[in-house]
């Protein structure tokens, strides 16, 4: 099946408009937090035991931005620092519960802008949607290509 010329246009474009749904979702939040520092305690969220030295790699930034983003974020008790009980060295990154509301409302805020605009799909289009994005995020976990080969040969 010969692929359409402009699908990977259509698939850039569509992932424009969806970042543009989500970041309106979060600008009518009134976030009293930068989108870094959102960043920051969805990554802490998602990777429990962080300490500062794994944040930054997460990040891609030195161990120094890490704790200023940190710093910042526990001055407005968002996040704490706690030692951690395996070694006393070790200093852990804990979301508060205020961070957790915060990232929860905000999900769920923007979880619903997504279904308005669903909801404005047919329900066959919105199915094919689904499949295609389950291909899609599976196609993206497959091993990719080593550097060096050429990648229009294969999409030919």
Same mark, same amino acid.
């Not at 692929?3 to 749904?21: D, F, M, S, T, Y």
């Not at 931005?65 to 706690?82: F, H, K």
């Given at each position: 099946?010969?692929?359409?010329?402009? #699908?990977?246009?259509?698939?850039?474009?569509?992932?424009?408009?969806?970042?543009?749904?989500?970041d309106?979702?979060?600008?009518? &939040?009134?976030?009293?937090?930068?989108?870094?520092?959102?960043?920051? #305690? =969805?990554?802490?969220?998602? &990777?429990? /035991?962080?300490?500062?030295?794994?944040?930054?790699?997460?990040? /891609?930034?030195?161990?120094?931005?890490?704790?200023?983003?940190? /710093?910042?974020?526990?001055?407005?008790?968002l996040?704490?620092?706690?030692?951690?009980?395996?070694d006393?060295?070790?200093?852990?990154?804990?979301?508060?519960?205020?961070?957790?509301?915060?990232?929860?409302?905000?999900?769920?805020?923007? &979880?619903?802008?997504?279904?308005?605009?669903? /909801?404005?799909?047919?329900?066959r289009v919105? &199915?094919?949607?689904?499949?295609? #994005?389950?291909?899609?995020?599976?196609?993206?976990?497959?091993?990719?290509?080593?550097?060096?080969?050429? =990648?229009?040969?294969?999409s030919?």
């Amino acid at each position: 099946m010969e692929r359409p010329p402009n #699908l990977a246009a259509a698939v850039e474009a569509a992932a424009e408009a969806l970042i543009g749904v989500l970041d309106s979702a979060t600008s009518r &939040h009134n976030l009293s937090v930068s989108p870094t520092q959102l960043r920051v #305690l =969805s990554l802490i969220m998602s &990777h429990p /035991d962080t300490n500062v030295n794994r944040l930054a790699e997460l990040l /891609d930034v030195v161990p120094s931005s890490a704790s200023r983003l940190c /710093d910042r974020l526990e001055a407005v008790g968002l996040l704490r620092r706690v030692a951690d009980p395996r070694d006393r060295r070790e200093v852990r990154l804990l979301p508060t519960n205020a961070a957790e509301s915060l990232l929860r409302e905000l999900q769920e805020r923007r &979880h619903r802008a997504v279904q308005a605009v669903l /909801d404005r799909m047919p329900n066959r289009v919105q &199915h094919e949607l689904l499949l295609a #994005l389950l291909a899609f995020g599976q196609a993206a976990t497959m091993s990719a290509p080593q550097s060096g080969s050429d =990648s229009t040969a294969r999409s030919a």
